[in-house]
């Protein structure tokens, strides 16, 4: 297999977020030595550094490096020449993630303000046209909130609009979640066929031996739910950070799509009720992961938060006003205020909708799907790997 | 041989010898020997205590021979001649066994060391028994100076020595002087045009009232001895002309490598793969285009065309990395979203300036990309899909470890550097020697490095190796220096342990005439006898071994005194064994 040398390819890169830094490595390797990641035929970064300063187009779209690492940044505190391994693999993840695209859109938003901004509040405006027309607020809640206060002085949030009320609303609401997971679902999946087309079918250089495709199934669930390569890294606290903020994530899907039932109900329970307590500490790892986050970025002075492009801050943008904005409809349901807790839930909803839809199949939310299934080709490339090698020694023997 | 007296001195060299050779103990064995009157160690001969150490016992112990056993006669040779001759001896009864660089600084085992500079002392003292006293000789020297070659290493010797008002010949092969430089448009690694550089020397050289300039003539046989060489040169006009002369200068410079040699490459196939010195043609004329007239925007630069191959070259050009890093610069300024792709086979940036310029030229957007220049070299084929370009370069990329194809619409080949055609008949001519690669041998490649091994013949710039302007520049000014230094001592000394023909014995073979490297030796016919020029000879010994009658006698390496050698070599080999 031969790769076309293509240097245009540093210029599109450049809008992925990508700095000069990666020129002026010579090779040296001591990033692959430092890396815990490093293994026999996977020897990152510096082989998608190098392929990048080449412009192997076809050979970086190949490459699941990317996924593999977690950017710990001890690459780029190592390298003698400030060459800044680890951001490269960081703009790797978001090119690829726009290679795997079939749409075009996830390009589009990385490299497009008017594309990424526009389609926000494109998915926002739907949003609130859908509930002005399907669900629009009662006659009287601004006039009569009373009437929509129960026995316990909460609002009875499943009742404010003209149209639905009760189970009613909880199930368009079931609905439209559903609507979005499957879409969501879609996109990602075609996505990740495309991924194990680019990087296992059109890799040449290996045959992956059938029954592996079975055998390293484990290796999906296992690196989703733990992600046991993170914790190969240095810096532990990173990747018990990511942990935490992960179970909330989890706890929130939960909570608002496979349970919503459950959970929009009007009954307002005890503090202590384990439904609430689920809910407050999904939404305590949510903030205290935003404003960590938010700080490290801010100072930039550690390798990982050096850099951040525009995406970076608009996913904890996004992240934070839908984390406020369920935290305030929360208040104001508890408070009594029926007007405010519609609004917010209506506002709350426009914030949750677009970030779902662009972050997950389209940007840098993407990767809870690229990373565990790019440990998962990773293994079985080194499947392949092993048995080509075993054979050629058996012929040498 | 009652009357021969011989002191022999061992010497330490501090711990040098003294750690590996037990120096007492053969000083006390060696004066045993017939003939040894006294045989001392001592920690530094070549000292001054050392050396009137000898000049006291040949007063005192009436010596009249000395055997030093200590460092390489190349070294101290000629610091114990004078020390012989101080105290009134003929400087030549004297030996030197070097039992440093040949034992002490080679061996490990005290024990054999020793044995072994035991039987080179007794071999030299038995050789310095035969020595002969022999009369140092000097010819007078001919101010005048011959330079072969106008390329920018023959001007600038020639401007060197005709400023000190000394007269110089300065021949040029073809109608310009310059040479190579001439052909080149910017220099690296500053970037300053060589035109520039060259131009005022070369006016310089036009109007210089001690340069005599010959274009267009090519060198015929030359005659002589240094400070008296002659030879007749043939002008443009078909007419003859005799020069005299007393000191040479070689600066015949060297040629591109022919690339069309290296199928791979399809040069003189494709005609935009072009060579280093046609793409400076197009720099001259300021306009970087194809053949076809296109402006380029993919252009590729192969580097070690020719050079570290052992199918080509095996030495490395030196002058091309650099060079190609020169065109980068330049295409980069003049055609600024051009892809520029340096092939490499290792960068080599050695010189004055040169590793800055190679980092500051690698932030410019360049791809770097490095092959097997050994065995796998890259190969350039025409490109089905001439939507960009017309070539292509598909090559095993070492640094990523994947093959790769590049594209490109000018190839430029950085072809190495080669001696000239003509380089062996020159060397004839003039009677110096050439290395492996066909450039010329210096006298010493460290020491002497302008120097030749025939005194009064110096080799200046890249005939004697790839070399940049500069290092050629510096090795012009040098020779001049060393002929400026023998002009002004208006005589020199010349070898006396040359050989000798004994006419009685000779029966004009001439076997001795063509074996000799230093054309020392002549016929005369009407003797029918071969006749050793004494100031030409360098004692070598070549001539001696080789006369099958046994006329020729190598003073101080006569067959008499290689045998008494060889005899106490292994005088010492069998005591050991009984």
Known sequence: ?397 | MNDIRIGVYVCWCGTNIAKMVDVEKIAEELSALPHVVLSRNYKYMCSDPGQDMIIKDIHEHKLNRVVVAACSPRIHELTFRKALQNAGLNPYMFEMANIREQVSWVHTDRDSATKKAKSLVSAAINKVSFHEPLEKRTVEINPATLIIGGGVSGISAALEIADSGRHVFLLEKSDSLGGLAAKIDLNFPYLNSATNLLNPLIKRVNDHEHIELFTNVSVNEIFGYIGNFKTKITLKNGQEKELEFGNIIVATGLKTFNPSAIKEYGYGKYSNVITSLEFESMLKEGKILTKEGKVPRNIAIIHCVGSRNSNYHNYCSRVCCMTALKYANQIRSTLPEAHIYQLYADMRAFGKGCEEFYAETSRKDIVFMMFDQRQDLPSVSALKDKNHSELQICFHELLSGEDVEVHADIVILMVGMEAHEDAKEIAHAVGISLCGNEFYLEKHPKLDPVATTTDGVFIVGTCQSPKDIPDSISQAKAAAARILATILKKTVEVEVTTAVVNEEVCCGCQTCVNVCPYSAISYIEDRKVSFVNEILCKGCGTCGSACPSGAIKSRHFTDQQIMSQIAGLMQMVLKEEV
């Open chain 1, 1 to 397: 297999m031969r790769y076309k040398v293509e240097p245009d390819l540093k210029q599109d890169l450049k809008k992925f977020g990508i700095h000069d830094e990666w020129k002026d490595c010579f090779h040296c390797g001591n990033c692959t030595a430092i890396c815990p990641l490093t293994e026999n035929n996977f020897l990152f970064p510096r082989k998608a550094i190098r392929n990048v300063q080449m412009g192997l187009k076809d050979k970086i779209t190949s490459n699941l490096d990317p996924w593999l690492c977690y950017y710990c940044g001890e690459c780029s505190e190592t390298c003698p020449r400030d060459a800044n391994p680890g951001e490269l693999m960081m703009t790797l993840r978001r090119y690829l993630t726009s290679k795997y695209d079939w749409t075009g859109l996830s390009r589009k938003f990385y490299t497009s303000h008017f594309w990424e901004f526009g389609a926000i509040i494109f998915i926002a405006a739907i949003v609130v046209a859908l509930f002005a027309i399907f669900l629009p607020p009662a006659a009287d809640l601004m006039l009569n909130p009373k009437n929509f206060i129960n026995e316990q002085g909460g609002v009875m949030i499943n009742n404010l609009s003209a149209t639905f009320g009760g189970d009613n609303f909880v199930s368009i609401i079931e609905w439209g979640d559903w609507t979005m997971a499957i879409i969501v679902a879609t996109l990602l999946i075609t996505n990740i066929l495309r991924m194990f087309y680019k990087s296992i079918i059109k890799d040449y250089t290996i045959k992956v031996p059938f029954g592996s495709y079975f055998s390293e199934a484990w290796q999906l669930v296992w690196n989703f739910a733990l992600q046991p390569k993170f914790s190969k890294c240095d810096k532990k606290s990173y990747w018990i950070g990511h942990l935490l903020l992960m179970s909330s994530y989890s706890i929130m899907f939960a909570i608002i799509v496979v349970l919503l039932p459950k959970f929009q109900i009007e009954e307002i329970k005890p503090w202590y009720n384990w439904q609430r307590i689920l809910g407050y500490y999904a939404t305590f790892g949510l903030l205290f992961f935003l404003i960590y986050v938010s700080i490290k970025r801010f100072q930039a002075k550690e390798v990982s938060t050096k850099y951040s492009h525009i995406t970076d801050w608009l996913f904890i943008i996004m992240l934070g006003l839908t984390t406020i904005t369920g935290i305030l409809v929360h208040f104001f349901r508890i408070g009594g205020l029926p007007g405010a807790t519609y609004y917010m839930y209506v506002i709350h909803l426009a914030i949750l909708v677009p970030m779902i839809l662009i972050e997950v199949p389209f940007s840098k939310w993407s990767h809870l799907a690229y990373r565990p299934f790019a440990v998962y080709f990773s293994q079985l490339k080194k499947a392949a790997y092993k048995k080509q090698s075993s054979v050629k020694i058996a012929v040498a023997a």
